[in-house]
């Protein structure tokens, strides 16, 4: 008869256990999905569809989404009470985090359109 996986960790040496546990620990802090990141926080698409203003079809389309905007990932997890961040990771440089990234709108600008105010920023490019 084979040995179970914890009978196996029990045999590794104190150090490889504390590093497996460790990994254990970082790998259950990672979430697969949308979905599963619902279920952590306890709430049904029903309740997500409610705090969102749709109906419950169309969470069930965002949580299988592979792509999306960020406006509606962050609508999405303050709806399941969360609160969403955007961190860069570069290479030889410090973890950066991005707060209130499109929370704000663009100033007004007096006495110009929005279209030519658009045309002239793409222009820009």
């Given at each position: 008869?084979?040995?179970?996986?914890?009978?196996?960790?029990d045999g590794?040496?104190?150090?490889?256990?504390?590093?497996?546990?460790?990994?254990?620990?970082?790998?259950?802090?990672?979430?697969?999905?949308?979905?599963?990141?619902?279920?952590?926080?306890?709430?049904?698409?029903?309740?997500?569809?409610?705090?969102?203003?749709?109906?419950?079809?169309?969470?069930?389309?965002?949580?299988?989404?592979?792509?999306?905007?960020?406006?509606?990932?962050?609508?999405?997890?303050?709806?399941?009470?969360?609160?969403?961040?955007?961190?860069?990771?570069?290479?030889?440089?410090?973890?950066?985090?991005?707060?209130?990234?499109?929370?704000?709108?663009?100033?007004?600008?007096?006495?110009?359109?929005?279209?030519?105010?658009?045309?002239?920023?793409?222009?820009?490019?």
């Amino acid at each position: 008869m084979g040995r179970t996986l914890d009978q196996v960790i029990d045999g590794l040496p104190a150090e490889r256990r504390e590093r497996v546990e460790a990994r254990y620990e970082e790998l259950r802090q990672e979430v697969e999905g949308l979905r599963e990141l619902r279920q952590i926080a306890g709430k049904a698409q029903a309740d997500i569809a409610t705090a969102l203003n749709i109906k419950q079809p169309s969470v069930s389309k965002i949580e299988k989404q592979a792509e999306m905007y960020l406006s509606t990932l962050r609508s999405y997890v303050e709806a399941i009470g969360g609160q969403l961040e955007l961190t860069v990771k570069l290479p030889e440089r410090p973890v950066l985090k991005i707060h209130h990234l499109g929370d704000v709108a663009e100033p007004a600008v007096q006495g110009r359109g929005a279209r030519s105010v658009r045309r002239r920023a793409v222009a820009a490019r």
